[in-house]
């Protein structure tokens, strides 16, 4: 049997300030139903819109990552979705009265420990693993950026940061097992050069940023009074430096590589957007949110195209049709050249199964492209939709008296070209139950494995005799 699921046993909340609004934020992480995912529900907002936390809602990643949809947004949600996903979570629903996460300590420990303490209840659909089995890359080779995957048989991470600097040089950090998470890589703080600090109230962030809550690094001998001045600056208590150079007021650091630990947790949750667990090994040099965001971007593209792979029928196609190209005429009342369709495979009340093998004696190509033979998009089209005509028919009585008429056509995408020599095959199914003689189809076509064209099909079955 494959590992289940996981959502929480019971609500756990939180509150506190935003890292850059300041904002008083509650926050409540509620359990959620199999295959919710993680989504965020603005509950201070009219009709409390939710926003699933998946990389196509990202839309800024400056100095954390925000999501939106439906008109509501979300940001720093990284800490929080690193300890969901550190601890294996599958489902949540995230209530929030503001649009940022409480920055807690800067970490995602007091999440982890909240949950922990909580528990969590196995559910009964099975996880669904993305299993890496070949290198997924990201780089940005102008700032030495680069992350990439490669096959294992769980989660790992490696991360390497590097600032060029004295007091932060070279760090390297590892996760070798998730159930090290709540211990090595949870209390991990968040951190920021004093030499930012300025900028960063300039543009009117960090308001909620304090030494309970970040790592400040001073890399430079500073006076005192500039010290007094940035704290003015965000009506924070003036602090005695300890050191001209190293962590201000020499907060002590939990690991001698935390910083390295922190870039390793807020990867962990910018990786959560993938959407699914994952299994391989994360190498990251110098990563970053918006670096995060692109590499989960590409897994998730991945993923996407393996299901599609997916979904081509499995069929023999030497085994006797259902249909052979006699049987289908005296169903359709369609004949050369606009016969699309070879034979029918398999038939049942919700899908059909049709083929046909595209040859260079096709008509359509003394004139589409003569030189560089390709099948025009609309007969894929009109092949779909006699292949779907065939499972209408199929179920009345007397299919001769009947014919099939396009309503409309939404949603198409045509991925790939289709050339002679290929093998089409078509798959429909009905997305709602046949009323009043409307038929609603989605139809999918493919080449072995690849799925080359796709779309919604509305037509009408109208009785002619």
Known sequence: MGEKQRTLKSPVSFSGKGLHTGAIVNMTIKPAAENTGYRFKRVDLEGQPEVRAIVENVIDTSRSTIIEENGARVGTIEHT???????????????????????????????????????YIEQNADKDFYVIKKTITYADEENGISLMTFPD?????????????????NQYAALNNLKDFPTEIA????????RDLEILHKNNLIKGGDLDNAIVIVERPVAQSEIDRICSLFNKPTIKADKEQGILNNVSLKFHNE????????????????????????????????????????????????????????????AVPKYNINQIKGLLPHRSPFLLIDKIMSVTENEVIGVKN????????????????????????????????????????DPENYLTFFMKIDNVKFRRQVVPGDTLVFRLELTAPIKRGIVNMHAQAFVGENLVTEGDLMAQIVKVK
Do not use: W
């Open 81 to 119: 979705l690193s300890a969901l996903y550190g601890l294996g979570y599958d489902n949540a629903l995230i209530e929030i009265d503001a649009a940022e996460t409480p920055i807690m300590d800067g970490s995602a420990r007091e999440y982890t420990e909240a949950l922990l303490k909580n528990g």
């Open 153 to 169: 048989n769980s989660l790992t991470f490696n991360v390497m940061i590097d600032y060029n600097s004295e007091v932060l040089g």
């Open 187 to 194: 209390p991990c703080r968040t951190f920021v050069f004093f």
């Open 259 to 318: 910083p390295a630990r922190h870039k390793l947790l807020d990867l962990m949750g910018d990786l959560a957007l993938v959407g699914q667990p994952i299994k391989g090994r994360i190498l990251a040099t110098r990563p970053g949110h918006y670096s995060n965001v692109e590499f989960a971007k590409r897994i998730r593209q991945e993923i996407k195209k393996g299901k599609s792979k997916s979904l081509a029928p499995e069929i023999d196609l030497n």
């Open 358 to 397: 595209v040859t260079m004696n096709e008509p359509f190509f003394v004139g589409h492209f003569p030189d560089e033979p390709i099948m025009p998009g609309v007969l894929q089209i009109e092949a779909m939709a006699q292949t779907g005509g065939i499972l209408v028919l199929s179920q009345v009585e």
